[in-house]
T-cell receptor, first 109, second 115 residues
Framework: SQQGEEDPQALSIQEGENATMNCSYK?????LQWYRQNSGRGLVHLIL?????REKHSGRLRVTLDTSKKSSSLLITASRAADTASYFC?????????FGQGTILTVHP | NAGVTQTPKFQVLKTGQSMTLQCAQD?????MYWYRQDPGMGLRLIYY???????DKGEVPNGYNVSRLNKREFSLRLESAAPSQTSVYFC??????????????FGDGTRLSIL
């Protein structure tokens, strides 16, 4: 079963706007990770947030984690056309990842 | 530095044929994983190998077998392919750490069609 559920399933924005994706999960975790997948390629790791962290930044990425609500969000600021991809959250409970269904982000130039 | 390499990139099989998907990593990682990705879905874990010499079932192991040949290589075998196994297969590896907080590194996938 898919532990991570992502919202929205698809997001279409203009270049320069911010994109926010949400992820909910069901069980306790060690960490939560976000990955990006370009069409026809494998997944690329973006950012990892540990269960004892609440917010983390990496360049234009901001991730939050609320373990009481079992939810996380990924914010991409000042989006670019090159950010167009699918984004997946994955929960790590014991070294194994459980992926959500992903959010398809389209950034229009 | 190639990372995780999967072969072949594409394959078409007939129902009942067998095939082995190959995966190799050059990052000296301890753990390796096989996933499948179906349209509109995230990745589902088929089998994994926490360390050389061990393998364990994931979420969807039926119809598959694996071999951890050595630290670098982890293969996935379909003994008798079925149309339901048409999918994109991804291999991943991860550095083992006592902190457990390590990302996985993915190959570019094998696109498998079974007719």
């Amino acid at each position: 079963s898919q532990q991570g559920e992502e919202d929205p399933q698809a997001l279409s924005i203009q270049e320069g706007e911010n994109a926010t994706m949400n992820c909910s999960y069901k069980t306790s975790i060690n960490n939560l990770q976000w990955y990006r997948q370009n069409s026809g390629r494998g997944l690329v790791h973006l950012i990892l947030i540990r269960s004892n962290e609440r917010e983390k930044h990496s360049g234009r990425l901001r991730v939050t984690l609320d373990t009481s609500k079992k939810s996380s969000s990924l914010l991409i600021t000042a989006s670019r056309a090159a950010d167009t991809a699918s984004y997946f959250c994955a929960t790590d409970a014991s070294g194994k990842l459980t992926f959500g269904q992903g959010t398809i982000l389209t950034v229009h130039p | 530095n190639a990372g995780v390499t999967q072969t072949p990139k594409f394959q078409v099989l007939k129902t009942g044929q067998s095939m082995t998907l190959q995966c190799a990593q050059d990052m000296n990682h301890n753990s390796m994983y096989w996933y499948r990705q179906d349209p509109g879905m995230g990745l589902r874990l088929i089998y994994y190998s926490a360390s050389e010499g061990t393998t364990d079932k994931g979420e969807v192991p039926n119809g598959y077998n694996v071999s951890r040949l050595n630290k670098r290589e982890f293969s996935l075998r379909l003994e008798s392919a079925a149309p339901s196994q048409t999918s994109v297969y991804f291999c991943a590896s991860r550095r083992k750490s006592d902190r457990l907080n390590q990302p996985q590194h993915f190959g570019d996938g094998t696109r498998l069609s079974i007719l």
